[in-house]
């Protein structure tokens, strides 16, 4: 039996009521645009916009959560930031749930400039909207300082990043999960950062009345938006280049390709976000041109490197498959399909077609879903497990994971279709020459619904486990 | 409730009031801009048209597969019209892209012009023989159906025979409405990015401020050139401070490991 850092609990706790609620008003979107549900299509937008910024928001902390979790392990994050990063974020939610239920404030989680000054919601839930990211993005980024702080309380900056085994060194030893990790929060200050240059700007337009340049305004959005749900993807591989070797019996170690290929990551990662600008003809070609090149050769680095190695833990293992091990390996595998829709929708010819298309959402919800949250999960029940030490049911276990799958993708296939035959995102209701979209939605409500009663089963799974570990919390 | 966090909320309420009064001004600036904005994805009738050579056909038929863009006028008007004509006749000249990628016709809303009276206007503005450029007479009703369709209004003046009318401007794809101009010629700029917009570029059609303090890119509507500008530095900032976070970060940190 292993003890669980309570910290790492209450995050679980908060993900837990958090996801569910947010799957919920995914279902009602859909529904709606499937044209059931014609008395509530007014809240879709307000809705929209909570669905969107709370899964990316919920998921990275989860994320950052987990990864603070593995560097115990190794280093000694401040209990006082993590207690601080919690108070922050609930403060933060609530600011959210604040300014859309109650001032429907609904310019979408992109929130672009300026359309949260041009809607027809009141002014002070634009600025409680603002005030909400201000608190989760300061929060967030102590947050992040904090844990580069334990890992250089560890480690030199060379060390951290792996440079002595490109000299042919392995001592210190580096696991890979820390290196990803360090990465992932050098980049996590840049995202952040750009987030807080974004707000500045945008709270100086609203005391002195002068306006920003939208195309400035739209780059630093997507730096911080895009470029923090990478990084939330990149923690959630690092959960398993940690936990994965358990399962497989083999261990998972730093080498030179490792090294490289996230240290290349973390050049990457800053600038691939040009890719959500390819429809703006004044963004410079040169800059779209890079946008293409880097969400390419993002995929080579960490995903290639990354799905190779965990084929070959995994190949003639002895394996221990568990609800962990398996959502952990989907998780990988949910990662390389959602980055393959990615990268076509990053090149630009075929962009120009799917842009505003239900293909954007198909990709992002891929690797967010199947993806993210699946690598998450696996995590917070291998933890569970850990610290409770129950005895697993695996043919129930096994029916879970089979529901969560085919859940998601069933959803995700209506979102890969509905993109393909054209019909356009951020409709809440299709005229009558998008009538097929109607129909795709409602099917993709269905999935949505079996993947939410598969995670309903994950979480009596879990919770019970969650329950005995808090019992024995450190 | 203990009184630090008391005062924390009021001072964030305050701060909330505070911004939040000015928050309303850029949008009430915007009242011409939402007026164009409500005619965007209106369904245009595919009415039939009679043009200056005297042959007819249909306002889809005439658009073809490209986008049309389309200026109301009449020939005996003695105020805006010759100038809105004259206008998007620079405008197309200076972006270019005519007959590519779009096509004009200018449509006349006075049942009493004829088809000379088309000629006569196309010679006027300097267009007559443009492959590109089509006049066209419609009858009554169908200039009405049009008309309704895209809110534009016209009153004829018994004393002077002039009608009283707006300056309109539309851009029609696939017999929609994908871009809207409404107000006397001289605001060129925003004529310039409609064109670019036909030629297939994006340009967000809710009005964008002009005089920024920090700009990111400057873009030329008159030659579609485009230039870096200071406000870019603030997309290297963020890179530069993570590298300056962890450089001074693991410095510091260094420091205590050698201490110890």
């Known amino acids: 039996m292993r003890a669980v850092k309570s910290q790492t609990l209450y995050w679980m706790a908060i993900t837990f009521v958090l996801f569910p609620v947010l799957i919920l008003l995914g279902i009602y979107m859909r529904s709606v645009q499937a044209g059931a549900l014609p008395a509530l299509e007014g809240w879709f937008y307000p809705m929209m916009t909570l669905h969107g910024v709370g899964m990316v928001g919920v998921w990275y902390v989860a994320a950052v959560a987990c990864a603070a979790n593995v560097l115990a392990k190794y280093a000694a994050p401040s209990p006082a930031i993590g207690r601080l990063a919690i108070a922050g974020t609930v403060v933060g939610v609530l600011l959210l749930l604040a300014c859309v239920f109650l001032g429907r404030f609904a310019a979408g989680w992109y929130f672009l400039y300026p359309l949260p000054f041009k809607g027809e919601w009141p002014a002070w839930s634009a600025v409680v909207f603002l005030v909400s990211l201000t608190v989760l993005g300061a929060t967030w980024l102590v947050w992040s300082l904090d844990l580069l702080r334990a890992i250089a ?6 060390q951290a990043l792996g440079w002595h085994y490109l000299a042919g060194r392995s001592d210190p030893v580096l696991p890979p999960a820390v290196l990803i990790i360090t990465v992932s929060l050098i980049a996590s200050v840049a995202a952040l950062v750009a987030g807080v240059i974004m707000l500045v700007l945008f709270y100086l337009e609203l005391a002195t009345g002068a306006p920003n340049d939208a195309l400035l305004m739209k780059n630093l959005i997507f730096f911080f938006g895009h470029t923090l749900v990478n990084l939330a993807l990149y923690l959630g591989v690092a959960l398993a280049y940690e936990v994965l070797p358990e399962y497989a019996g083999r261990p998972w170690k730093t080498n030179k390709v490792v090294v490289i290929s996230w240290n290349a990551v973390l050049a990457i990662v800053l600038v691939a976000y040009f890719h959500h600008l390819y429809m703006d003809v004044v963004q410079p070609g040169v800059l779209l041109y890079i946008g293409q090149v880097a969400s390419y050769a993002s995929a080579i680095p960490a995903a290639v490197v990354t799905i190779f190695g965990a084929l070959l833990l995994v190949y003639r293992a002895r394996m221990r498959w568990n609800l962990a091990s398996i959502l952990f390996f989907l998780g990988l595998a949910g990662w390389a399909i959602g980055g393959v829709g990615a990268v076509i929708d990053s090149t630009i010819s075929a962009n120009v077609r799917l842009h505003n298309t239900l293909w954007v959402p198909a990709h992002f919800h891929t690797y967010m879903v199947a993806g993210l949250v699946f690598l998450v999960v696996a995590y917070f029940y291998h933890v569970c497990q850990e610290a409770a030490a129950a005895p697993e049911r695996t043919g129930y276990q096994k029916l879970l994971a089979t529901l969560m799958v085919l859940g998601a993708y069933g959803f995700f296939l209506m979102f890969y279709l509905s993109g393909a035959y054209s019909v356009p995102r951020r409709f809440a209701a299709y005229p009558a020459e998008l009538a097929h979209g109607a129909i795709y939605s409602g099917i993709a409500a269905a999935f949505a619904a079996l993947f939410l009663l598969g995670f309903v089963l994950y979480l009596v799974e879990t919770g019970k486990r969650w329950r005995r570990a808090l019992a024995h919390a450190s | 409730m203990r009184p630090e966090p008391r005062r924390a909320l009021v001072a964030l309420a305050m701060l909330t009031l505070a911004l939040a009064a000015p928050c309303a001004v850029p949008a009430a600036a915007d009242g011409v801009s939402r007026a164009e ?44 019209c010759t100038p809105l004509l004259e206008w998007v006749r620079d405008a197309v000249r200076e972006v270019g892209g005519l007959g590519a990628d779009y096509r004009v016709l200018a449509l006349s809303f006075d049942d009493a012009d004829t088809v000379a009276d088309l000629r006569a206007q196309a010679r006027a503005i300097g267009v007559l023989g443009s492959p590109h450029w089509s006049f066209a007479i419609a009858e009554r009703d169908a200039v009405a159906q049009v008309a309704g369709a895209v809110d534009f209004w016209y009153r004829r003046d018994p004393a002077t025979g002039q ?37 297939g570029a994006f340009i967000p059609f809710y009005r964008v401020p002009g005089q920024t303090p920090l700009a990111c890119i400057a873009f030329d509507p008159r030659t579609g050139a485009t230039r870096l500008d200071w406000g870019l530095a603030l997309l290297a900032l963020p890179a530069l401070a993570a590298v300056g976070a962890a450089l001074v970060t693991f410095a510091g940190a260094g420091r205590h490991r050698r201490a110890a």
């Open chain 2, 37 to 80: 904005s409500r005619l965007v994805d209106r369904a245009v009738p595919d009415i039939p048209l009679r043009l200056a050579d005297g042959r007819t056909t249909r306002l889809a038929a005439l658009a073809g597969d490209r986008p049309l863009l389309v200026a109301f006028f009449y020939r005996r008007c003695a105020g805006v």
């Open chain 2, 163 to 199: 009608y009283d009318h707006p300056a309109l401007v539309l851009a029609l794809d696939r017999g929609r409405v994908v871009r809207a101009m409404l107000g006397a010629p001289g605001g060129s700029d925003r004529f310039r990015e409609l064109v670019w917009e036909l030629r």
């Open chain 1, 153 to 158: 309380a560890r480690y030199s900056l060379g």
